[in-house]
């Protein structure tokens, strides 16, 4: 009975040694932790590396298939940063903007299933405009894969298109570090898509380095571009075409992005005139006098006549689609520059195709060219320049109900901000973006170029403003855009704006209450009326809803305020959506109307287009302009 006083002494002994023990183990594994010792899961390890490839920011959106690799984005907030979009599309959207903008890698990460396919899209996007974006997607734990179990999904054939280049999914820790690096190095060497698939069991797992034996990997980081160059003799070919051409006529596209000098400098040896593609709009600023503008569809007359009366073509860094804009067959010699072999001679029967770095191959080519005395044709091309740019004002000027977006957009363009880095969706705004800007040095500007895709206008436009704080970015987008997905986007402009180091970013919203782009097109190509059902969309308060998110909204309806509008926009002290109210019934007239697009814009009217008087009205005006005399000042 004695030792029976000892034992409550020795048990309570015994459970305080216990948790001590616990404790000191607990705070062992932490310093482990936290200085690397212990292993790291496989999620952290993805994150180290993507943080030593240089990727500071992912976009992206959780769910249970990458819980693991939140839970390390969560632990390593200070290496990269997680921003959080309200629609995995618009994460892609994202990842491809800081791409456009920026140069380097964009990463967006959705969970398995449905976030993976919620991402297409924009993942699209940035493959087609050849801008190099990682996704990182979960999927289903291992076990339970061919088991149609609940969101498994067939992820590596789902993105076997998109990121046809490299698309895997790990199956073990050690296969993540060639996983990455090659995800990495492959987007940057082929300017493309590529995927990273992480079932969510293996993203918890002890990250293991490959074993040293037969059947493992040992891949390694970095990347750089090389220089580029043809060979002298194709050099000197292209050089003997460009200085026998009479009427030289250039057309730029986003690979001569870094090349404007030399672009210059060729044009004035070659006294040539310069069109730019939609996705080259930056490459060089309007107020050059032989800078003809965009070409296209939503291009310019001067762009037009340039291709029309050439002798001599020289494509840099384009991929522009449509021949009808570019000379025909046998009527000029043409000579193409691209970086991508697979992209020369694809548009116009080259006579040479040079691969290569457009700056690097036009310093190269330059010493062969011979400046060419006769002027007249450059003469020519300024002549036509000027006065193309007083038939926008002319048409910019014109009344509409209630406004016209041209002179919106002619507003703007006088404002546009110093380094601002402009952003359009797909829709009528791209016309005037085209068109009616007058983009300088040092301004930033992409679309999507070659999905035309609704809906990258606002993501674009925070993507450039994550990456570049002291900038202003503009988005241009339509009233169906904002409907579809980028009134979401303000959403997420309104949980991070006050994180930016300064607040200017500004959504132009044009409200005409219509798809009108498609109206038109329906119009112009179908010959059809417009088909109300499908066209018109409901109105919505744009400015109010921005208010409602604590952003600052504007409303303008009346053209003798769009000004002052623009400038309180321009000088707010938050994001700010202006609201245009403006007029459908201003035709986004292709530069040059065709007989048969005029035929079938009669038919549409014969066939009895609601909107018939207003439309007839409007496009008269605007179409009268392009005959009147315009004298240069
Ligand atoms: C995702 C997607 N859906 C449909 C289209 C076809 N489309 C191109 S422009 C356009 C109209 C856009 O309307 P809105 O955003 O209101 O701009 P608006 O032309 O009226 O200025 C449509 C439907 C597309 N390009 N992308
Ligand atoms: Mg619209």
């Known amino acids: 009975?004695?030792?029976?006083?000892?034992?409550?002494?020795?048990?309570?002994?015994?459970?305080?040694?216990?948790?001590?023990?616990?404790?000191?183990?607990?705070?062992?594994?932490?310093?482990?932790?936290?200085?690397?010792?212990?292993?790291?899961?496989?999620?952290?390890?993805?994150?180290?590396?993507?943080?030593?490839?240089?990727?500071?920011?992912?976009?992206?959106?959780?769910?249970?298939?990458?819980?693991?690799?939140?839970?390390?984005l969560n632990r390593q907030k200070e290496k990269v940063d997680f921003v959080q979009v309200r629609h995995e599309e618009d994460a892609a959207f994202m990842a491809c903007g800081h791409a456009k903008f920026t140069g380097e890698v964009g990463v967006c990460l959705a969970t398995s299933g449905p976030g993976a396919i919620h991402l297409l899209n924009g993942l699209y996007d940035a493959k087609m405009d050849h801008q190099p974006v990682v996704a990182i997607v979960g999927q289903q734990a291992r076990a339970a894969m061919g088991g149609s179990y609940q969101q498994e999904v067939d992820l590596a054939n789902l993105f076997k298109d998109v990121a046809h280049?490299?698309?895997?999914?790990?199956?073990?820790?050690?296969?993540?570090?060639?996983?990455?690096?090659?995800?990495?190095?492959?987007?940057?060497?082929?300017?493309?898509?590529?995927?990273?698939?992480?079932?969510?069991?293996?993203?918890?797992?002890?990250?293991?380095?490959?074993?040293?034996?037969?059947?493992?990997?040992?891949?390694?980081?970095?990347?750089?571009?090389?220089?580029?160059?043809?060979?002298?003799?194709?050099?000197?070919?292209?050089?003997?075409?460009?200085?026998?051409?009479?009427k030289v006529a250039m057309l730029v596209g986003a690979g001569a992005m870094m090349a404007a000098d030399e672009v210059i400098m060729v044009a004035d040896l070659l006294g040539?005139?310069?069109?730019?593609?939609?996705?080259?709009?930056?490459?060089?600023?309007?107020?050059?006098?032989?800078?003809?503008?965009?070409?296209?569809?939503?291009?310019?007359?001067?762009?037009?006549?340039?291709?029309?009366?050439?002798?001599?073509?020289?494509?840099?860094?384009?991929?522009?689609?449509?021949?009808?804009?570019?000379?025909k067959e046998g009527q000029a010699k043409a000579v193409q520059i691209d970086i991508d072999g697979k992209m020369l001679g694809i548009r116009y029967p080259m006579d040479v195709n040079l691969q290569g770095d457009s700056k690097e191959t036009l310093q190269a080519l330059i010493p062969l060219l011979t400046r060419k005395e006769d002027r007249g044709?450059?003469?020519?091309?300024?002549?036509?320049?000027?006065?193309?740019?007083?038939?926008?004002?002319?048409?910019?000027?014109?009344?509409?109900?209630?406004?016209?977006?041209?002179?919106?957009?002619?507003?703007?363009?006088?404002?546009?901000?110093?380094?601002?880095?402009?952003?359009s969706d797909s829709g009528s705004s791209a016309n005037w973006f085209a068109r009616d800007l007058k983009i300088r040095s040092?301004?930033?500007?992409?679309?999507?170029?070659?999905l035309a895709t609704m809906c990258p206008g606002v993501p674009y436009?925070?993507?450039?403003?994550?990456?570049?704080?002291?900038?202003?970015?503009?988005?241009?987008?339509?009233?169906?855009?904002?409907?579809?997905?980028?009134?979401?986007?303000?959403?997420t402009i309104a949980k991070y704006w006050q994180t930016w180091k300064t607040p200017r970013l500004m959504i132009l919203v044009l409200n005409n209450r219509d798809l009108n782009q498609v109206t038109w097109e329906q119009r112009v190509m179908e010959g059809d009326p417009k088909f109300e059902g499908s066209q018109d969309i409901p109105d919505?308060?744009?400015?109010?809803?921005?208010?409602?998110?604590?952003?600052?909204?504007?409303?303008?309806?009346?053209?003798?305020?769009?000004?002052?509008?623009?400038?309180?926009?321009?000088?707010?002290?938050?994001?700010?959506?202006?609201?245009?109210?403006?007029?459908?019934?201003?035709?986004?007239?292709p530069p040059h109307i065709s007989f048969k697009q005029a035929r079938m814009f009669a038919s549409s009217v014969i066939k009895g287009d609601p909107n018939t008087w207003e439309m007839i009205k409007q496009t008269y005006k605007d179409a009268i302009e392009s005959y009147l005399p315009h004298h240069s000042k």
């Open 540 to 589: 919505f308060p744009y400015a109010k809803y921005a208010r409602m998110l604590g952003l600052e909204g504007i409303k303008v309806d009346k053209e003798d305020d769009i000004g002052e509008a623009l400038d309180n926009a321009l000088s707010a002290n938050r994001p700010v959506v202006l609201e245009a109210y403006t007029d459908p019934n201003v035709p986004p007239l």
């Open 461 to 491: 436009a925070i993507a450039a403003k994550f990456a570049h704080q002291d900038r202003m970015p503009i988005a241009l987008v339509g009233d169906g855009a904002m409907q579809m997905a980028g009134n979401n986007g303000l959403v």
């Open 1 to 72: 009975m004695e030792g029976n006083r000892y034992w409550p002494h020795a048990i309570d002994f015994i459970t305080i040694s216990v948790r001590g023990v616990i404790f000191m183990c607990f705070s062992l594994s932490l310093y482990l932790d936290k200085f690397h010792i212990m292993a790291q899961s496989v999620s952290d390890f993805l994150i180290d590396r993507l943080h030593e490839w240089g990727v500071r920011r992912i976009y992206g959106y959780p769910g249970d298939g990458i819980n693991g690799i939140m839970g390390a």
């Open 272 to 327: 040539a005139g310069i069109a730019k593609a939609l996705l080259g709009k930056a490459v060089l600023p309007d107020d050059l006098p032989y800078v003809t503008g965009s070409i296209g569809l939503l291009g310019t007359k001067p762009s037009w006549d340039l291709m029309m009366e050439c002798d001599t073509l020289l494509m840099i860094g384009s991929s522009f689609p449509y021949s009808e804009f570019l000379p």
């Open 377 to 423: 044709w450059r003469k020519q091309i300024e002549h036509s320049v000027a006065e193309w740019w007083e038939v926008l004002e002319a048409r910019a000027m014109k009344s509409a109900d209630p406004i016209n977006p041209q002179r919106v957009f002619w507003e703007l363009s006088k404002r546009l901000p110093d380094n601002c880095i402009l952003t």
């Open 165 to 246: 280049e490299f698309v895997h999914t790990a199956t073990l820790p050690a296969q993540m570090r060639h996983l990455i690096d090659r995800a990495m190095r492959i987007a940057k060497t082929e300017r493309t898509v590529t995927c990273i698939i992480i079932p969510n069991d293996i993203q918890d797992l002890d990250y293991e380095e490959p074993a040293r034996q037969h059947g493992t990997v040992h891949s390694g980081m970095n990347y750089s571009k090389p220089s580029i160059i043809p060979k002298l003799a194709d050099l000197q070919k292209a050089a003997s075409i460009l200085n026998s051409g009479k």
């Open 442 to 450: 040092g301004m930033m500007a992409s679309l999507s170029g070659n």
